[in-house]
């Protein structure tokens, strides 16, 4: 009888311990997920990565509160996740910093380190927002891609270069391809312009040399796109 009531209260306060846990982890997930959205302008983050770091802390959490300090739950567990097989695609580094976040939050709310829990949620989210504010790592010059159709009779290795060195510091031939059955080429360029330069002059000049074929200038190129 005594054994029964003792693990009626142990239950009640794992239960307890649970419903503390969730919470905590959910709310920390909300965070995460929150700092992840804010750190991304708004059409390059996932909005199905978003909810993922919402519900990965708690779902974390409660794998490690239900294993706890048991040898044959953890080895079982283990067994049981090696047979799952993700397929998504691989995110950029910061998208997996946020998921090795996440489960760590996770972690530590499984152990009942809530506190700490708490302040390493705190610190990182502030961390990364001040590094997204001072731009760090990003790049000081602004590059726009540059696409030229040109004939296919024209050598585009040196058509241009005079033109690039007047007018930009710097410029790369990023892709080439065959358009409208092979009989053009489409450059594409990554090229950053001087101070000084007239763009519209430049294409002109472009358009002098390619036959008057279509030019096209992107104003500006997204990270994400390289």
Do not use: W
Request: aromatic share 10%; charged share 15%.
């Amino acid at each position: 009888m005594m054994d029964f009531l003792n693990t009626t209260v142990s239950t009640a306060a794992s239960i307890g311990d649970l419903l503390i846990l969730l919470v905590v982890a959910f709310g920390l997930g909300g965070l995460i997920s929150l700092i992840y959205m804010k750190s991304h302008d708004e059409d390059t983050y996932s909005s199905s990565f978003a909810l993922t770091l919402v519900m990965l802390p708690p779902v974390v959490g409660s794998i490690i509160f239900l294993v706890g300090t048991n040898i044959a739950s953890a080895f079982s567990l283990a067994g049981a996740f090696s047979i799952i097989r993700f397929r998504s695609a691989p995110g950029d580094a910061k998208d997996i910093t946020f998921v090795l976040f996440s489960m760590a939050i996770g972690l530590a709310c499984g152990m009942g380190l809530t506190v700490y829990a708490v302040i390493i949620a705190l610190f990182l989210s502030a961390m990364t927002m001040f590094l997204k504010q001072m731009h760090f790592g990003g790049h000081t010059k602004v590059q726009k891609k540059l696409k030229v159709v040109i004939p296919e009779n024209l050598d585009y290795t040196m058509a241009f270069d005079s033109l690039f060195q007047q007018a930009s510091t710097e410029y790369t031939l990023n892709r080439v391809k065959t358009i409208e059955m092979g009989s053009l080429y489409e450059l594409e360029y990554l090229i950053s312009f001087r101070e000084e330069t007239n763009e519209k002059k430049f294409i002109d000049d472009l358009r002098c040399r390619n036959g008057n074929l279509n030019v096209s200038l992107q104003m500006a190129v997204q990270a994400a796109e390289f």
